[in-house]
């Protein structure tokens, strides 16, 4: 399980249609459940991967009055310079690795494992990956931005009004000093809000097809 304690409930599934021999792990925005990713993934879903879609935990959010919802971490404000939840981001972070671990003992190696997010769980997963041993097949960041930037294909629309293309954009610019920049595409969405849309979804299986073909 995912967040800061335990108390979340067990990820949402779409279990391989054969053997599993890849996996996605996905992290779903503020104030949502893996379970509208999960069917978004059962659509586009390939026969040989494992799809898993976690639940944040709920606690008090800053930036939402202390109401308390499905966070990964608390978030204090979305200005570039705002103050950071430092350590209920590294924890979160932990916890996301001890599900990529949990699926090596699962008998799928780290490098047949995609790390993906929608916004506060594109963040996590950006930066989960950025931070880890273990060597991931990609990471697939959606609408998001890199968390604790002083201390991948990212995709966003260009409307959105929650988190501003420029930190998508900044984001990129930042990953392409840290990584081979040819390794990092960033694609935006015509007037796409903060959300998803068919053809961003369209290119994530066609990135996650590359990235975990079949083996057999």
């Not at 949502?32 to 659509?43: K, N, R, S, V, Y």
């Not at 790390?115 to 960041?141: D, E, N, R």
């Not at 995709?155 to 990092?184: Q, Y």
Request: aromatic share 6%; hydrophobic share 40%; proline share 8%.
């Amino acid at each position: 399980m995912c967040g800061n304690n335990m108390s979340a409930p067990l990820p949402a599934i779409v279990p391989a249609a054969k053997k599993a021999t890849a996996a996605v792990i996905f992290l779903h925005g503020l104030g949502d459940t893996g379970h509208g990713w999960a069917e978004a993934f059962a659509g586009i879903r390939s026969p040989h991967v494992k799809y898993i879609c976690p639940h944040a935990p709920v606690m008090p959010v800053t930036l939402n009055m202390n109401m308390a919802m499905p966070s990964w971490f608390d978030i204090i404000g979305l200005s570039p310079d705002a103050q950071e939840d430092e350590a209920g981001i590294k924890q979160a972070a932990e916890n996301v690795k001890s599900l990529v671990e949990q699926e090596v003992r699962n008998g799928i190696p780290s490098h047949r494992i995609i790390l993906g997010g929608f916004s506060q769980g594109g963040a996590l997963a950006l930066y989960t990956a950025l931070t880890t041993q273990q060597k991931l097949a990609g990471v697939l960041a959606l609408s998001c931005w890199l968390p604790l930037r002083t201390t991948l294909p990212q995709c966003h629309g260009d409307c959105d009004p929650l988190v501003p293309l420029m930190f998508g954009s900044l984001t990129s610019e930042r990953l392409k000093t840290m990584l081979n920049p040819a390794n990092i595409t960033f694609k935006t969405y015509s007037s796409m809000m903060h959300s998803s849309c068919i053809e961003e979804m369209t290119d994530a299986k066609q990135f996650i097809d590359k990235h975990l073909p079949p083996v057999d």
